[in-house]
């Protein structure tokens, strides 16, 4: 148990739909990064996000959106949905460092119809 | 282009074995860590290695680092089918990115 949740763990949407997934860190943990994983890859960088202003970006269109709240916590916003947004989608969270170990959570499986 | 590619992609091998798997980057790196993943589950984290690190252990598991080739390996030693399970390498910039590889699937059979 690496102490970051994530919620929900499972979600079905249909195109065109909006989602908001949302992550909790581990205390002391002032930094969250949001990756997408569809089956048989590697987890692809999303966003980060540190003491609540977005610190780096990925490759994802701006339907891609993200929150981080005063107490760390965090969400992850897509909207209009396509097929291809079908995927694991996990959180990190760490201490301010970028040389600090990431603790993910256990992802939330998005799947849309 | 994936920063971290994993080689081999599979790996099956007996109880008590030694799993060795590789990971090749392309840029300079701060960092390079390995992750194992479990059936679609969450990430978990092995070993950080830092990029004026040459080799870390942890238990059962030893990890290499070569700057000069972009390289890095991961050995499992005595692998246990508990092992059975994805590995990731993933390389960390200046900016706190990471950025993962597609992963080596190892199978331990009992």
């Known amino acids: 148990e690496t102490g970051v949740t994530q919620s929900p763990t499972h979600l079905i949407k249909t195109r065109g739909q909006q989602v908001t997934l949302r992550c909790s860190s581990q205390?002391?943990?002032?930094?969250v990064s949001w990756y997408q994983q569809a089956l048989g890859q590697g987890p692809q960088f999303i966003f980060q996000?540190?003491?609540?202003?977005?610190?780096g970006r990925g490759n994802f269109p701006p339907r891609f959106s993200g929150l981080q709240f005063p107490n760390y916590s965090s969400e992850l916003n897509v909207n209009a949905l396509e097929l291809d947004d079908s995927a694991l989608y996990l959180c990190?969270?760490?201490?301010?460092?970028?040389?600090?170990?990431?603790?993910f959570g256990p992802g939330t499986r998005l799947t849309v119809l | 282009s994936q920063q971290g590619e994993e080689d081999p992609q599979a790996l099956s091998i007996q109880e008590g074995e030694n799993a060795t798997m590789n990971c090749s980057y392309k840029?300079?790196?701060?960092?390079l860590q390995w992750y194992r993943q479990n059936s679609g589950r969450g990430l978990v984290h092995l070993i950080l290695?830092?990029?004026?690190?040459r080799e870390k252990h942890s238990g059962r598991l030893r990890v290499t680092l070569d700057t000069s080739k972009k390289s890095s390996s991961l050995l499992i030693t005595a692998s246990r089918a508990a092992d059975t399970a994805s590995y990731f390498c993933?390389?960390?910039?200046?900016?706190?990115?990471?950025?993962f590889g597609d992963g080596t699937t190892l199978t331990v059979k009992p």
């Open positions: 996000y540190y003491r609540e202003e977005e610190n």
């Open positions: 290695i830092r990029s004026n690190e």
């Open positions: 840029t300079s790196i701060n960092n």
């Open positions: 990190a969270t760490q201490r301010g460092s970028s040389t600090d170990t990431q603790y």
């Open positions: 205390s002391g943990h002032n930094t």
């Open positions: 993933a390389t960390d910039d200046n900016a706190g990115k990471s950025t």
